[in-house]
């Protein structure tokens, strides 16, 4: 509702039939957005369009590329883009709506934003999930460092569940701890 269809849905058209090929999504979105819109007193959202022929093999080979082949930006890359949209005088609200998620997800990229450069780094290449890093966030630049090299030894993709057992590990005694039997 705030920005319209921003990309075009493909479509093919046999006689007075048009049929969506790619943009299912898009043209549901559209349908409940006017109903609201119209609702409001408002123009309605127009869709755009892309006509193609071709076999239905050709159009289901349009379906596979346009949903398998999009590669979404990181999560340092979209927290970036996040900060740079509210210090053009957005609020974290109207970015929300932008990048279609909440205002808590704004924040939490936020935070990452907040992290020293080579644990950006490992949120991007993935030796990281983005959640063990937001944790991170909490602690000193220098602790954050050392926690993330401490759990990396061990090998693998860092994730919030591994951080915890690295930690524990770390301010264990040297007692052996008891496990319940079950």
């Not at 979105?29 to 071709?54: D, F, M, S, Y």
């Not at 937001?134 to 954050?144: A, D, V």
């Amino acid at each position: 509702m705030a920005h319209g269809i921003i990309e075009p849905v493909v479509v093919m058209v046999t006689g007075d039939v048009i049929e969506v090929i790619a943009g299912r999504q898009r043209v549901k979105a559209a349908l409940v957005a006017n109903r609201l819109l119209e609702a409001e007193g408002k123009q309605p959202i127009r869709v755009p369009c892309i006509t193609r022929k071709g076999s239905d093999a050709d159009l289901f080979g349009v379906i596979i590329s346009e949903n398998e082949i999009r590669r979404a930006d990181s999560p340092v890359a979209r927290a970036q883009k996040a900060q740079k949209y509210i210090n053009m005088g957005r609020t974290e609200e109207e970015a929300a709506i932008a990048f279609g998620v909440t205002v808590v997800t704004i924040r939490n990229w936020q935070r990452l934003l907040s992290l020293s450069e080579p644990i950006r780094d490992a949120v991007d290449e993935g030796s990281i999930t983005a959640t063990a890093a937001m944790q991170l966030s909490e602690l000193p630049e220098g602790e954050q460092e050392t926690r993330l090299r401490a759990a990396m030894e061990a090998g693998g993709k860092l994730t919030v569940e591994r951080m915890k057992r690295a930690a524990r590990s770390a301010t264990s005694s040297a007692r052996p701890r008891v496990r319940s039997l079950k």
